[in-house]
């Protein structure tokens, strides 16, 4: 059984920065890829970056691993309000799509201020 656990979430003011970390247990990941999913209230969930596509929101975010510590890491640049959702981590399957997903993290709320 694989376990995801994500931290780094908080709150920040809009322009800041911050860095989510995915510690994964339970098994070796480096031959898969992850993900890094968003979902905020109201709204269904969007993929937001993987180790495959490590760049998004036109550049304000990357996506990086260290294999060697099982950890996969969502740098977060220049955040805006609409930033502000629950983030996951995912192991994707044959895609990234959330109906592929293999595992999910239990999420870290990030709340951007205006």
């Known amino acids: 059984q694989v376990q995801l656990v994500e931290s780094g979430g908080g709150l920040v003011q809009a322009g800041g920065s911050l860095r989510l970390s995915c510690a994964a247990s339970?098994?070796?990941?480096?031959?898969?890829?992850m993900g890094w999913f968003r979902q905020a209230p109201g709204k269904e969930r969007e993929f937001v970056g993987s180790t495959y596509y490590t760049n998004s929101m036109r550049g304000r975010f990357t996506v990086s691993r260290d294999n060697a510590k099982n950890t996969m890491y969502l740098q977060m640049n220049t955040l805006k309000p609409e930033d502000t959702a629950v983030y996951y981590c995912?192991?994707?399957?044959?895609?990234?799509?959330?109906?592929?997903?293999?595992?999910w993290g239990q999420g870290t709320q990030v709340t951007v201020s205006s």
């Open positions: 995912a192991v994707c399957g044959v895609t990234c799509s959330t109906k592929d997903i293999l595992y």
């Open positions: 339970g098994r070796t990941l480096s031959i898969y890829t």
